[in-house]
């Protein structure tokens, strides 16, 4: 069965430093592979997509993740954090058996000024 | 600039009572998604539409819950009889099928609270 870990509940970082959000899945077969992020009281929003092609993808807001299949991880990443990027961001994989997503339970970034 | 849109986007409700939430699809989208998401399951998939036909519903209490999309434009969710334990956010997400699998797009959620 499908299954997307994201071992990092809470993280905190400070404006301008790095960031990096893990993402582990179970997978049989080649992923598709997404990265959302859900702001307060907001939907989910798609930051970027992975369905084959070069490794490292590029999204929305600076952000880029890399898809390594011998680590089965699908990280995301941003060189500087902005305080609006404080959000809960969430790794999805499919498809699974109805061609639907699985999503890890999510990761909330605080972003201190 | 496409979305999905929802309403209503807050429901405040007493247990026994019907709720009813309804989705606009973005135009040209096949597929239909309802999520709920709480705090203690995080994102749970409910039932899925491709072309207005239900695919999978097994995430859904069948007893109280039902899903339709009446046409292209609409889709439903209704709780009857609803209970405390609905309260939730529940977001409609659409797509277009494709070969593969369709990136989903999310509205903003209905957040309700049953008393």
């Known amino acids: 069965a499908q299954s997307v870990t994201q071992p990092d509940i809470h993280i905190t970082v400070s404006e301008g430093a790095s960031l990096e959000l893990r993402c582990n899945y179970s997978y049989g077969a080649t992923p598709y592979l997404f990265w959302y992020v859900q702001s307060p009281g907001q939907g989910l929003q798609l930051l970027l997509k992975?369905?084959?092609?070069?490794?490292l993808v590029q999204g929305i807001k600076g952000f880029e993740a890399e898809f390594k299949r011998s680590q089965s991880s699908f990280n995301l990443r941003k060189p500087s954090v902005h305080w609006s990027d404080a959000a809960e961001y969430f790794c999805?994989?499919?498809?699974?058996?109805?061609?639907?997503?699985?999503f890890g339970g999510g990761t909330r970034l605080m972003v201190k000024p | 600039d496409a979305r999905v849109t929802q309403t209503p986007r807050h429901k405040v409700t007493e247990m026994g009572q019907e709720v009813t939430m309804r989705c606009q699809p973005i135009?040209?989208?096949?597929?239909v998604f309802w999520y709920r998401q709480t705090m203690m399951q995080g994102l749970e998939l409910l039932a899925y539409f491709r072309n207005r036909a239900p695919l999978d519903d097994s995430g859904m209490p069948k007893d109280r819950f039902s899903a339709e999309m009446p046409d292209a434009t609409l889709a439903t969710l209704k709780i009857q009889p609803s209970e405390p334990r609905d309260s939730a956010v529940y977001f409609c997400?659409?797509?277009?099928?494709?070969?593969?699998?369709?990136?989903?797009?999310f509205g903003p959620g209905t957040r309700l609270l049953v008393l």
């Open positions: 997400a659409s797509g277009f099928a494709s070969p593969g699998l369709e990136t989903q797009y």
């Open positions: 999805a994989v499919g498809p699974n058996a109805g061609n639907m997503l699985t």
């Open positions: 992975y369905f084959s092609g070069d490794t």
């Open positions: 135009l040209g989208h096949n597929t």
